[in-house]
């Protein structure tokens, strides 16, 4: 059984959905508390949304330093698979294991809404078991949300199939309608959308199943 | 010695400045015309502790980079404060 990781910063606050969803999915979930130094045992990481520490100075600045993230590092560089989901994403980029930053979106509006999602690369530990092209709906809901990077990056992003999820309507600003990105092996991802909050038809909709699953799976191919 | 420092954080030229862009929009219907080019961003003045100017401002130049700037988006410059 797949035994994932969620890290908990303090004023993360979607660790438990994170959790359950997974959960749901077959596999085990168990708090990592942002101070511990090491993520030993555990097949898969997933860095929650929420706002660690605050988001002060930017989302993400200072949670990269928490004790927890050498561990994250570590495990990511050594093809652990890591997910980081908004706040988590955000952490992600800040951390260096991500290329790219999240800017405040345009039109300086906090958003919270389903948004439709296209699948665009099915390299990565998020994507394994869903179609190139594949529609899905995931709620966002942040204030930070908006892709950035260089045209340099974004040009090695294309090239080397990085982008992982777009939006079919750009919400924030992001550059070419980027929801998710991946690192270069496609070990770690992060998105702003948040499929663990789109696990059952019953609240609105069960496309975040397909995402979630790949990623227990890869966790399991892993080990 | 100590020496105060102002710290000034910008989002990086190229990079889309929606704050800056709305304070300009906000501009003409107060009354303030020819302004352009706003940009958003922050200050942070600290206390350093060292040996001499370029040591304080070697030293606030370092931390701006790893800490109070994200050198993905933003450009960050160390000065002295002129009110000591």
């Known amino acids: ?223 | 010695m100590k020496y105060a420092i102002i710290v000034d954080v910008t989002l990086r030229q190229g990079i889309s400045d929606p704050e800056g862009a709305t304070i300009e929009r906000a501009l003409p219907a107060l009354g303030f015309t020819g302004v352009s080019d706003v940009r958003a961003g922050k200050s942070f003045r600290l206390n350093v502790e060292a040996d001499n100017e370029a040591d304080a401002l070697e030293k606030a130049t370092a931390l701006a980079q790893r800490l109070l700037s994200n050198p993905v988006i933003e450009d960050s410059r160390a000065r002295l404060s002129a009110e000591g």
């Not at chain 1, 980029?93 to 699948?119: D, M, S, Y």
Request: glycine content about 12%; proline content about 4%; overall charge negative.
């Open chain 1, 1 to 223: 059984m797949s035994r994932i990781g969620v890290v908990v910063f303090p004023g993360s606050n979607c660790e438990y959905d994170a959790a359950s969803a997974v959960t749901q999915l077959g596999a085990t979930a168990e708090f990592v508390w942002h101070g511990q130094d090491n993520v030993d045992g555990f097949d898969g990481i997933i860095l929650p949304g929420g706002f660690a520490h605050g988001d002060y100075l930017r989302p993400g600045a200072l949670a990269r330093f928490s004790p927890v993230m050498n561990a994250v590092a570590s495990f990511a560089n050594a093809g652990g698979a890591v997910l980081g989901i908004c706040n988590g994403f955000q952490v992600l980029t800040e951390a260096g294991l991500l290329p790219g930053a999240l800017q405040k979106n345009r039109g300086l509006t906090f958003l919270c809404h389903p948004t439709t999602l296209i699948v665009e690369s099915t390299r990565s530990v998020l994507t394994l078991n869903a179609t190139k092209g594949q529609e899905l709906s995931i709620p966002i809901n942040h204030f930070s949300g908006s892709y950035t990077c260089d045209d340099k990056t974004y040009d090695e992003l294309v090239a080397n199939d990085q982008i992982v999820l777009r939006y079919k309507e750009n919400p924030n600003g992001s550059r070419d309608d980027i929801a998710g990105v991946s690192n270069l092996n496609g070990n770690v991802v992060g998105l702003m959308p948040h499929p663990e909050r789109a696990m059952s038809l019953l609240l609105g909709s069960a496309d975040g199943q397909v995402l979630l699953s790949s990623f227990i799976s890869k966790t399991l191919s892993v080990r």
